[in-house]
């Protein structure tokens, strides 16, 4: 007897054509990556029952979520304008940009407050996040975490 599907994902691939990032977004890609491998619940509407592969790319100022299956056939395609995340993002990026500054100069208590801020931002775009994918894909609220920092790594490259 096989065991059931799963709702999840078993493999991430993003879009590598737009060449390597910084060392320390490549970092978070990868942490990022890991985690939610290890742990994750994804129900793209309309595809047979998981595990999952998800190619993860951008075109044209639009986010593109191309799922398949475990053998990296495809099942179905989303494609999500990335317009209502641009204003997070860059919120995001800017207070990243200001927590890595931080960590070299600022205090405990600083980097703290600052790192706060950031964990803030980054529940907001993946509620954000969640949102846009409603009654497409199901995701979890950690699952649409790991899932928009890997969006922003696809968006910032520097």
């Known amino acids: 007897m096989?065991?059931?599907a799963l709702p999840r994902l078993i493999g991430i691939e993003l879009d590598d054509t737009l060449g390597r990032a910084a060392p320390h977004i490549e970092?978070?890609?990868?942490?990022?990556?890991?985690?939610?491998?290890?742990?994750?619940?994804?129900?793209?509407n309309g595809a047979p029952d998981g595990p999952y592969r998800l190619k993860l790319s951008t075109s044209a100022g639009r986010l593109v979520f191309?799922?398949?299956?475990?053998?990296d056939a495809p099942l179905v395609v989303h494609i999500l304008s990335l317009s209502p995340l641009r204003r997070v993002l860059r919120?995001?990026?800017?207070?990243?940009?200001?927590?890595?500054?931080?960590?070299?100069?600022?205090t405990p208590s600083q980097i703290e407050a600052i790192d706060m801020g950031r964990r803030g931002i980054h529940n907001d775009g993946s509620e954000?996040?969640?949102?846009?994918?409603?009654?497409?894909?199901?995701v979890d609220r950690d699952?649409?975490?790991?899932l928009?920092?890997?969006?922003?790594v696809l968006q910032r490259r520097v």
């Open 66 to 71: 191309d799922v398949r299956d475990e053998g």
């Open 27 to 44: 970092n978070e890609r990868a942490v990022a990556v890991a985690d939610l491998i290890e742990e994750n619940e994804f129900r793209p």
């Open 143 to 146: 699952t649409a975490r790991r």
């Open 128 to 138: 954000l996040l969640r949102d846009r994918l409603a009654g497409k894909i199901e």
């Open 91 to 106: 919120d995001y990026f800017l207070i990243c940009d200001s927590y890595y500054e931080a960590i070299r100069s600022a």
């Open 148 to 152: 928009f920092t890997l969006i922003g």
């Open 2 to 4: 096989n065991p059931p």
